[in-house]
């Protein structure tokens, strides 16, 4: 009998509020931590809507600022304004509103930021829009416009202390944003499933995130009212959770592939893992049918220990009906990219499969190709 052995970290976020209407927290978050000048960062799309001022009035007296030029993939120009913009105004904290590329941004420019002032901290709290998750977590992506190859920024320090999750704040989220984020929750829990580093507390996370997408994604889209919001907010708790596992695990080839197309041919992270997700399930089938156990659980298919490859390719065909429930691209030609030149990120993408370590077994470029060719 194998013996249990592991370990599980924790950020250093401090406190998630989540509800209908949690966005009138916000003040009292910021006062009791000591934050007078505070200034929000969000995209062009948010700066331009009526949610903004609910967070701005939520902010108080000590609003200072607000920055609208967050962009998709976070452009390294984007990071600079926003360093210049805080420096300007002598921010002490940072209000992330909108999806995964201000919440990066903000982490981006507050890496920077405590490089110059000695280490000292910037607050962070986010109040996220889609369920992408970069809120839950203390690394971000940051794209070199001149090369469109993805790196990053990651220290504890950049966690964000407060997250609040106030589903309210979702509703001009676009259909196709909702969904597609959530697809990018459950890459996070099917590969933190199946990493080597998997483990009973990651796998419960990711069973249960698996089922609450599955239970409330589609219907958060189809209803109004008090039943839509409570459909959302249940989407955000199984986008937390999903997270909060693969931070322990890290991502494996479906997320390398993200990382790649994504900045490469301008696709939304969300969108890439509705492409990728099902065939590198399948791949993974092939190699660690065992660790799918949680998916399996998930979806609410039968696993049999003594044969798991044919529930595992289940898991894939499962998660394939799932995607297709939603108006979002299935395959790399649906988002514009050339059929020649998809082999010309397999490279990039196995070094990061490398240095995530995450799968168990030798990957070969060979492999990430036909990956790649599936997907197309």
């Not at 990053?152 to 979702?170: E, M, S």
Request: contains cysteine.
């Amino acid at each position: 009998m194998e013996k249990t052995t592991g370990e599980y970290r924790f950020t250093q976020l401090e406190s998630v509020i989540f509800g209908a209407r949690k966005i009138e927290s916000l003040g009292a978050e910021l006062a009791r931590r000591g934050a007078k000048r505070a200034m929000i960062v969000t995209g062009k799309t948010l700066g331009r809507s009526k949610l903004l001022d609910r967070v701005k009035t939520a902010a108080g007296s000590s609003l200072a600022g607000v920055f609208t030029g967050a962009a998709q993939h976070v452009p390294s120009n984007t990071v600079t304004e926003l360093i210049g913009e805080a420096r300007h105004l002598e921010v002490d904290a940072m209000v992330s509103f909108g999806g995964g590329s201000p919440i990066d941004t903000v982490k981006a420019a507050a890496m920077a930021l405590m490089k110059e002032n000695n280490g000292r901290e910037l607050l962070h709290i986010a109040v996220p829009t889609t369920l992408s998750a970069g809120e839950f977590t203390p690394a971000g992506g940051v794209t070199n416009e001149s090369t469109r190859v993805k790196g990053g920024v990651a220290d504890p320090r950049l966690q964000a202390k407060v997250v609040i999750l106030d589903p309210a704040l979702t509703v001009e989220t676009p259909a196709w944003l909702w969904a597609s984020t959530g697809m990018r929750a459950l890459d996070h829990a099917v590969e933190s499933s199946y990493s080597i580093r998997h483990q009973l507390i990651t796998d419960t996370l990711a069973s249960r995130a698996i089922a609450l997408l599955n239970a409330h994604l589609l219907p958060s889209l189809q209803t109004a009212g008090d039943e839509e919001l409570e459909h959302r907010v249940q989407c955000q708790l199984a986008a937390w959770l999903s997270i909060f596992g693969m931070m322990n695990t890290r991502g494996g080839v479906s997320h390398a592939l993200g990382h790649q197309i994504g900045p490469f041919w301008n696709v939304p992270h969300g969108v890439t893992s509705c492409i990728t997700l099902p065939h590198v399930m399948r791949f993974m089938a092939e190699i660690a049918a065992d660790r799918f156990g949680p998916i399996a659980e998930g979806f609410g298919i039968r696993f049999d220990r003594g044969n798991p490859r044919s529930a595992a390719l289940e898991c894939a065909d499962r998660t394939a009906q799932f995607i297709k429930k939603f108006e979002v691209p299935t395959r790399l030609r649906d988002v514009g990219v050339p059929r020649e030149e998809i082999s010309r990120i397999a490279g990039t993408v196995l070094e990061e499969v490398k240095r995530s370590n995450t799968v168990g077994a030798d990957v070969t470029l060979e492999q990430l190709v036909a990956i790649l060719d599936s997907t197309y």
